[in-house]
């Protein structure tokens, strides 16, 4: 199976998928840490995935997506974003519509209090 393959196995057989630099409970750079530690405070069940076990993926997501940077979020097979757009969809309240149109489970309270401590 190839990269491009296993990629697109993961993002269409899991409902969330981050592609990311570690993993949820243990992050290895800024970026990704922030948008796991977003999904993990509002509750999403999520998979992830971490690029720096494999190469092969980490170069073939970027190219999956046609995307240059790590992190990247697919919900419902569909490529979300990176870091920057994930920050502002999650404060703009989009994050919260884009889940509750694709029947993703997450916590509307949690989503609010992340606006409120960044308001």
């Given at each position: ?30 970026f ?17 995935v ?48 884009l ?8 916590d ?12």
């Amino acid at each position: 199976m190839t990269a491009t393959d296993q990629i697109k196995q993961t993002v269409t057989s899991n409902d969330v998928v981050l592609f990311m630099k570690g993993t949820k409970s243990m992050p290895q750079c800024g970026f990704s840490s922030r948008v796991a530690g977003v999904l993990n405070f509002m509750g999403v069940d999520f998979t992830d995935v971490n690029v720096l076990a494999d190469e092969e993926i980490r170069q073939g997501i970027k190219d999956y997506s046609d995307w240059p940077t790590i992190p990247q979020l697919y919900v419902k097979g569909e490529f979300v974003g990176g870091c920057d757009i994930i920050t502002e969809m999650t404060l703009s309240g989009e994050l919260d519509t884009l889940f509750a149109e694709k029947g993703v489970a997450f916590d509307k309270d949690a989503a609010e209090k992340i606006r409120e401590a960044n308001a």
